[in-house]
């Protein structure tokens, strides 16, 4: 279980929420909205351990994540809204060291299968920089089939995709969800995923969070 607790977040000399308290279990979806400049990429980021909150803690399985260190970021695949790739490497590359950075042994196999799944075959061995925002997006998001993370952070995840890229992705976010995994995302783009009955979170009320 994740559990945020009495979270405060403060950038500059503006408090972007206060009192922030939440959880999430397994098999569950929080879906994180608010408007630009509310602090879902730092709230986002605080719960991957990439900043520090100003006040409150965040635990996983009941444990403050600050303590947990390399036990709780194995457990944690945060894709930000952009997409951390390299111009010059290949998708296949590109997959490869990013598995490695996350500390994931894949096999060259296991990449290809990705890829394709994704929805990138054919473009495995093609550099980066010659394809599209939306294939470039698939490349990144080829990590969620290559990562064992029970927990996925994904920030505006279907930038960029085209309608049959929309709904695969939601299938695979489902599917992960089905074998217990917890996801926390946020999205500009209406999809059905969020519109079922998932865990809402609002940021942005006078500096508040409101569930």
């Known amino acids: 279980m994740l ?3 009495d979270l405060e977040c403060v950038r500059g000399d503006r408090r972007l929420f206060t009192n922030l ?38 635990r996983w399985d009941g444990e ?3 303590e947990l260190s390399e036990e709780y970021t194995r457990e944690v695949l945060y894709i930000g809204h952009k997409n951390g790739i ?18 994931v042994h894949i096999t060259e196999e296991q990449a290809w299968d990705a890829l ?12 980066t920089q010659v394809l599209s925002q ?19 952070i994904l920030d505006e995840p279907f930038t960029a995709l085209d309608k049959a ?9 489902r599917e992960h969800l089905d074998r217990g995994g917890m996801a926390f995302l946020t999205t500009h783009q209406e999809v059905e995923l969020t519109a079922g009955q998932v865990k809402q979170l609002q940021l942005g009320k006078g500096g508040q969070g409101c569930v």
């Not at 939440?22 to 602090?39: D, V």
């Not at 890229?165 to 976010?173: D, H, P, R, S, Y």
Request: a positive charge; glycine letters at 10%; one cysteine or more.
């Open 134 to 152: 939306g294939q470039k997006r698939r490349v990144a998001l080829a990590r969620l089939l290559a990562h064992q993370a029970r927990l996925w």
């Open 86 to 103: 390299k111009d010059d490497l290949t998708a296949l590359e590109n997959l490869r060291v990013l598995s490695t950075l996350d500390g």
């Open 21 to 58: 308290s939440f959880s999430l279990s397994k098999g569950e979806l929080l879906y994180l909205y608010g408007h630009n400049g509310s602090g879902k990429t730092t709230l986002m980021r605080a719960i991957c351990g990439l900043l520090q909150p100003t006040e409150g803690e965040i």
């Open 116 to 127: 394709k799944r994704i929805g990138l075959h054919g473009f495995e061995d093609l550099p």
């Open 64 to 66: 403050p994540i600050r």
């Open 3 to 5: 559990e945020v607790v």
């Open 165 to 173: 890229a929309v709904e695969m992705l939601q299938q695979v976010i």
